[in-house]
């Protein structure tokens, strides 16, 4: 039997197969009631991603995000734009600062940046990122603990979310699959999109870094509104029109050379 999660993510599957699915194929496939697939369906719908029509739904014209990378997969791509967002938001960051770092291969490149840095507190729920701020000693850092998704080397559940509301910090960096200016920010995991919920409701300031590709997706698993958001860093590949969408918005963006 699936997870209500994995159910939905593997319609989306279909629909991006497919373009469209029937209410009766689908619980016949997943052996559930049709009003089950009906609030699936719906859920989807209210996300932006598909479109309800008699007895099915079909694929909005977006870009939808269904593929996660491993990190080793994620490491290979937009490197050098990675680097330099990276050492950007690594600029952000002063003495006495306490921050967050969250999984991902471009906040890693955040900690690579930050050797020379002192009395700051990093708190991080992802393995590589603690591995890259051991090589700074003047920051104290904490790790949330939890069960570990090894596809993302990163931690989530009941104790992260806990470790985290033990604390307030000045800045959050956030990485994200999906950044549409309507439908909010996105990741592909349930479990993470709750972390990264936790994580904005202790941080003063929500600094996104992301390279432009994510720009315009919406992946399955919403983390919180775009006008929530407080700061962008990405690349200047970024369209014109999620540009101007952002500094409508209110949001501050910083942007490097891609």
Avoid: W
């Avoid at 496939?29 to 209210?46: C, H, K, P, Q, Y």
């Avoid at 300031?205 to 698993?221: A, P, Q």
């Amino acid at each position: 039997m699936k997870t209500t999660s994995e159910r939905r993510e593997l319609i989306l599957f279909h629909l991006h197969q497919k373009g469209s699915v029937q209410v009766a194929d689908l619980a016949e496939m997943f052996n559930v009631s049709t009003v089950t697939i009906r609030n699936d369906l719906g859920a989807l719908e209210n996300k932006g991603i598909v479109t309800r029509a008699y007895g099915g739904a079909y694929l909005n014209k977006e870009n939808i995000s269904l593929t996660e990378y491993s990190m080793d997969q994620k490491t290979k791509f937009n490197d050098v734009i990675k680097q330099r967002i990276g050492k950007l938001a690594a600029s952000l960051i002063n003495e006495g600062d306490s921050i967050i770092l969250d999984s991902g291969t471009t906040t890693s490149q955040i900690a690579e940046h930050l050797q020379n840095i002192k009395n700051v507190i990093a708190m991080t729920n992802a393995i590589n990122v603690a591995n890259a701020l051991i090589k700074a000693p003047g920051i104290e850092i904490l790790i949330t603990g939890g069960h570990l998704r090894r596809k993302s080397l990163s931690f989530f559940g009941a104790q992260a979310e806990q470790s985290l509301r033990l604390y307030h910090f000045n800045k959050l960096f956030l990485g994200v699959d999906g950044f549409h200016l309507e439908k909010g920010i996105s990741t592909h995991n349930e479990q993470e999109a709750q972390l990264n919920r936790a994580m904005c409701d202790v941080a003063d300031e929500i600094i996104v870094v992301t390279d432009s590709s994510k720009f315009s997706n919406i992946s399955l698993h919403k983390i919180l509104d775009s006008i929530q958001v407080n700061t962008v860093i990405t690349d200047n590949g970024i369209a014109e029109k999620d540009l101007l969408g952002l500094q409508k918005l209110g949001i501050k963006v910083l942007l490097v050379d891609k």
